[in-house]
């Protein structure tokens, strides 16, 4: 039995482990390894983590299955991603969301993606704007269906490797 809720303080520890495993898994292959360690000590470290779940400017939810965290997403209320492009007035940026390894293809990121749609409009967000990475069509897929659209081409860095990304935004 899955369970879809806002992560509270104690779940900053789980939290952090289920990023960095679900990240790992997708791309750490892709760098060295002293530039992903290096990103991830920055973005996804219990630390990091723990600020961001008291951060009054996040909302992240996670989904629980038989108490163990499995799926996550996280929104940043006001978009610090380039708003240039399509100048939404109160945009949401979705900075996030991922599930465990085990656990893709069980409808996880569907459930994500609507409790995500929901706060945006809940909030009066006019767009949702996101990144993706540009060799990612699996998830760039899941985007289109929810009705983003690439806006542009931006650039991610990972410690000292720089990733060609796609800016997403999807008009609310």
């Known amino acids: 039995m899955t369970t879809l809720r806002l992560a509270t303080p104690a779940d900053a520890l789980p939290l952090a482990d289920l990023a960095r ?16 360690a290096a990103f991830m000590e920055e973005a996804h470290s219990d630390a990091v983590t723990a600020r961001q779940i008291a951060d009054p400017g996040m909302r992240i939810a996670v989904i629980e299955d038989d108490g163990r965290l499995v799926a996550f997403c996280k929104l ?9 492009y399509t100048h939404p007035q109160k945009p949401l ?10 656990h893709i293809g069980g409808g996880l990121g569907r459930q994500l993606m609507d409790w995500a749609m929901g706060t945006a409009r809940d909030r009066g967000a006019d767009e949702i704007q996101l ?13 289109h269906r929810f009705g983003f659209e690439k806006i542009a081409d931006i650039e991610f860095w ?10 997403y935004a999807c008009k609310l």
């Open 21 to 36: 495993r679900a990240i790992s898994a997708k791309f750490e292959h892709l760098y060295k390894p002293e530039d992903f």
């Open 76 to 84: 940043v209320l006001d978009s610090t991603l380039p708003r240039d």
């Open 93 to 102: 940026e979705l900075k996030q969301l991922y599930t465990d390894p085990a």
């Open 131 to 143: 990144t993706v990475y540009s060799d990612n069509p699996d998830a760039q897929r899941f985007y």
């Open 158 to 167: 990972v410690g000292n490797h720089c990733d060609p990304e796609f800016l």
